[in-house]
């Protein structure tokens, strides 16, 4: 099944809809508890889905859930703000709208998105223990309202805004050093550039660049001999 929820259509939403491939069919079923919210953020790990993030009126949401589809029931989690008295979330940082995140070995990247400004910082969720680790920021241009996916050895980022721009970048992270990271622009190198997705699209795929620049040397021709064969009757007396 897949699942759909939250959103806004004028108000802030917070029920969900499964949809059944076999029988093509949609069909209401439990709503996510606490907050209604649009721009939420979710992620599935071992057919448990999750769903943090967000904003309401202006707020961001800091409640955090994950949904049992075995019997469609939600579980509230830690909040993702500094919000106990205890001290692993002394440093969270987490809440934004339209972030997104990607799952390697069991764990949820969580990345871009904002929170008043354009967010870069990186998030990586244990699920056995419910914590968060912050990691290396995402090193392509802070950017909200991106797409990403995973390869379950890599995740992937690409496209967003920026600004008035619309982001053309892909970029991955591939967990060898959590602390340092290694985000990393995917194949720079490619023998054809990238489709530039700007405005309405036009002229912009036609940007300078050097890839296909050839030898743009002059000819250079020092001394020139000239030979003409005259018709006699032109030389005659």
């Given amino acids: 099944k897949a699942y759909i929820g939250c959103g806004y259509d004028g108000n802030y939403l917070k029920d969900f809809y499964a949809f059944n491939p076999v029988a ?43 949904f049992d589809p075995s019997t469609e029931s939600w579980t509230q989690l830690r909040d993702i703000s500094d919000s106990s008295d205890e001290d692993y979330d002394d440093d969270y940082t987490i809440t934004r709208t339209n972030g997104v995140a990607f799952v390697i070995d069991g764990a949820a990247y969580l990345t871009c998105g904002e929170s008043g400004s354009l967010r870069s910082d990186t998030w990586k969720y244990y699920p056995a223990t419910d914590l ?59 023998e054809y550039f990238r489709i530039y997705g700007q405005g309405n699209n036009s002229g912009y795929n036609t940007r300078a660049q050097t890839k296909y620049l050839m030898n743009g040397s002059y000819l250079r021709v020092k001394n020139v001999t000239l030979s003409y064969n005259f018709p006699k009757s032109w030389l005659a007396p």
């Fill in 132 to 190: 968060w680790e912050n990691v290396a920021k995402f090193k392509g241009t802070a950017r909200t309202a991106t797409a990403s996916f995973s390869s379950g050895e890599k995740g992937f980022v690409v496209s967003g805004q920026f600004g008035s721009l619309f982001k053309d970048q892909l970029d991955y992270w591939k967990p060898v050093d959590s602390a340092n990271g290694d985000w990393t622009a995917a194949n720079p190198n490619a």
């Fill in 24 to 66: 093509n069919s949609w069909t209401q079923t439990i709503s996510i508890g606490g907050t209604k919210r649009q721009g939420a953020t979710s992620f599935v790990i071992n057919g448990i889905a999750y769903v943090c993030c967000g904003q309401n009126n202006g707020e961001y949401v800091d409640d955090f859930w994950k």
